[in-house]
């Protein structure tokens, strides 16, 4: 935790992603840059936070707080901020980048997009 932010909660919504590995499928969780220029784990307390500061496309998990601290620490995230200002050029998922990526796990993808 950052000195001086709210109390965090014991459920936390981070941007994530599926990482098979081995066969299994692991959750990733996403570092960004802040807007203050640090690199930290964004987590949030709503998803409509969450959304908010990365995009509608955003891949999330609801996970335990506890969980994703430690995971941190072990890959060297010197922090998890909450509910943070997310660096307007910090890389977003768009609804293409999202399709391939599906498509790349060999799943059903996303449905097409309506005009």
Same mark, same amino acid.
């Given at each position: 935790?950052? @000195?001086?932010?709210?109390?965090?909660?014991?459920?936390?919504? +981070?941007?994530?992603? @599926?990482?098979?590995?081995?066969?299994?499928?692991?959750?990733?969780?996403?570092?960004? *840059?802040?807007?203050?220029? *640090? +690199?930290?784990?964004?987590?949030?307390?709503?998803?409509?936070?969450?959304?908010?500061?990365?995009?509608?496309?955003?891949?999330?998990?609801?996970?335990?707080?506890?969980? +994703?601290?430690?995971?941190?620490?072990?890959?060297?995230?010197?922090?998890? +901020?909450?509910?943070?200002?997310?660096? @307007?050029?910090?890389?977003?998922?768009?609804?293409?980048?999202?399709?391939?990526?599906?498509?790349?796990?060999?799943?059903?993808?996303?449905?097409?997009?309506?005009?």
């Amino acid at each position: 935790m950052t @000195p001086g932010q709210p109390p965090f909660p014991e459920l936390v919504f +981070v941007p994530a992603r @599926p990482h098979p590995s081995g066969g299994s499928r692991e959750v990733a969780c996403e570092a960004r *840059t802040l807007a203050d220029g *640090t +690199v930290a784990l964004p987590v949030f307390s709503t998803v409509e936070r969450l959304v908010a500061a990365l995009g509608h496309y955003q891949p999330w998990a609801c996970v335990p707080l506890r969980t +994703v601290q430690a995971a941190m620490a072990r890959d060297g995230v010197p922090q998890v +901020v909450l509910d943070p200002a997310v660096h @307007p050029s910090a890389w977003r998922w768009q609804e293409d980048s999202l399709r391939a990526f599906a498509d790349s796990l060999g799943g059903p993808g996303l449905p097409a997009a309506r005009t």
